[in-house]
């Protein structure tokens, strides 16, 4: 089991550890940790966007706290937090990769870097937002392959924002409408996951058969 299965495996797995934590701990309901949160006022969203962003930084699977921000402060304000925390994420770690080793990179990198590097040149703000939109590769990897290939910084970031929007918004609505699993928002969102799930297994294996010999 590889690639998006793993990933996805991972997800539930992670999913089903902070189920059997809050039974086990015990956690204040959900409509209370709301109601803390709407006390915090508007520095509760920018606090978490810029956790989040950090977080981008490293291995830390951002989906978990996609539905958090769900969870805690619904669809509108926890989507604006996890698309601001994305972004400014995806920036860092492309201005990183590019300021320090992009030159490196195109050395050490072979051919396999250049294909990559004249997808993205040729096709831009297209090929990023592909490359977003199903979860193939690990978020913080793409940013950093991103920033080491000869995408603009401005297709880049549109693509970006583009490409995450319907991942971001079925992470948050899951955590949003959490408490209400028979709910058809709730459905609609984990059949929004599905699909990115199984789209991602699509695209990932038709790039394994076309990267074999013939």
């Known amino acids: 089991m590889r690639g998006p299965w793993l990933r996805a495996a991972l997800l539930l797995a992670l999913l089903a550890a902070g ?6 701990v015990g956690v204040p309901p959900v409509a209370q940790l709301r109601a803390w949160v709407a006390a915090a006022g508007w520095a509760a969203p920018l606090a978490f966007a810029a956790l989040y962003a950090a977080l981008g930084l490293t291995p830390v ?11 805690l402060f ?12 994305a972004i400014g994420a995806a920036a860092a770690g492309f201005a990183l990769a590019r300021g320090l080793g992009r030159s490196a990179a195109q050395r050490l990198g072979g051919a396999k870097l250049a294909r990559v590097d004249a997808v993205l040149r040729r096709r831009g703000v297209l090929a990023v937002v592909a490359v977003r939109l199903v979860p193939v590769l ?15 910084t401005r297709d880049y970031l549109a693509g970006t924002a583009v490409g995450i929007l319907p991942g971001a918004t079925a992470y948050v609505a899951i955590g ?3 408490d209400r699993p028979g ?17 991602g297994i699509a695209v990932g294996r038709r790039r394994r058969r076309a990267a074999r010999p013939a």
């Open 19 to 24: 189920v059997a934590g809050a039974v086990r």
């Open 61 to 71: 699977p951002l989906s978990v706290l996609s539905i958090a921000a769900g969870l």
């Open 74 to 85: 619904g669809l509108p304000v926890g989507l604006a937090a996890v698309m601001g925390g």
């Open 138 to 152: 690990p978020f913080t990897a793409l940013n950093l392959a991103c920033g080491l290939a000869g995408v603009r």
């Open 176 to 178: 949003a409408f959490g």
């Open 183 to 199: 709910s058809l928002p709730f459905w609609l969102a984990v059949g929004g996951f599905v699909v990115l799930v199984v789209g």
